[in-house]
């Protein structure tokens, strides 16, 4: 449990993006990964942003999903 | 935010078919009349379909929604959206789909609110509620010399180190899992500069236990 919580408390290492570029590059970022591209190479810093930042990472998932499903 | 090097990005190659796709739906958006509105009505169908997935991807932790709740959530979300793809169609680049660019408007919309209605009403504690405990050595049951060392480092690092206002923040969502958005929302500022606030916080935390010696 403390592990956790430090490296919560300390965060990713290396650069990140912040949050606005986070949600300017996240549909990009996705298509990329659900086509097997090399997603962090087209954006530096995504993967440690998402990493950081929880609420990034949520809506992440949910966009990766979202766009992996059929629409009904 | 950037905090590294500049870097060029290259444009991602457009996949077959996705560009006239594109295309159509910034036709028929920035036109007018008849098959502008069908374009919206369309494009209005498709963020409701985003919102209600994050709504129902939610589901089970909220147990606080009642009735109509949870579709008033979704609709009201994808009426945001909307609002929002509109405004910002000029900023769509072509570098995805244009149905993946306009859902994460309505994801985001949706997942703001949700957090929001969560922490409706429920006060963000002024100290962490979880610090005296980390901070105390509760948390650190079983871990062995050198873990205890450096969490008695962090501890001194967080207390020491940081701006009063950087150690409640990233305590408040890092220990306390306050969502970022709810606590921009109660700071009167927003979720980009409060995201900062953290890194920066988490850079000072790192060097001063570099100082000390630690490799982290």
Known sequence: MSDALVARLLGPVGPEIGCEECFAELDRYVELELADGDAEAAVPGMRAHLHGCPACAEEHASLRDLAASPPA | ?216
């Open chain 2, 1 to 216: 935010m950037s905090t590294g090097p500049a870097v060029s990005v290259g444009r991602v190659s457009t996949a077959p078919g996705r560009g006239a796709e594109n295309q159509r739906w910034l036709d028929a958006l920035n036109g007018s009349g008849p098959q502008r509105d069908a374009a919206v009505a369309e494009l209005h169908g498709l963020l409701l379909r985003a919102a209600r997935f994050e709504v129902a991807r939610r589901r089970p932790a909220l147990g606080h929604l009642r009735g109509e709740e949870p579709g008033d959530i979704a609709l009201q979300a994808a009426d945001d959206a909307l609002v929002s793809v509109l405004a910002r169609l000029a900023d769509f680049r072509g570098e995805s789909r244009f149905t993946t660019w306009a859902y994460k408007f309505a994801l985001l919309e949706a997942a703001v609110a949700l957090r929001r209605r969560a922490w409706q009403g429920r006060e963000i504690p002024l100290e962490p509620e979880r610090w005296p405990l980390f901070a105390g050595g509760e948390l650190a049951a079983g871990a062995g010399p050198e873990q205890r060392e450096l969490l008695r480092a962090v501890v001194a690092a967080v207390d020491r180190a940081l701006t009063p206002h950087q150690r409640r923040v990233l305590l408040a969502v890092v220990l306390d899992d306050v969502p970022i958005d709810v606590l921009a929302e109660r700071l009167g500022t927003t979720r980009g500069a409060l995201y900062k606030t953290i890194h920066d916080a988490r850079v000072r935390l790192r060097a001063t236990l570099a100082e000390g010696g630690f490799d982290v």
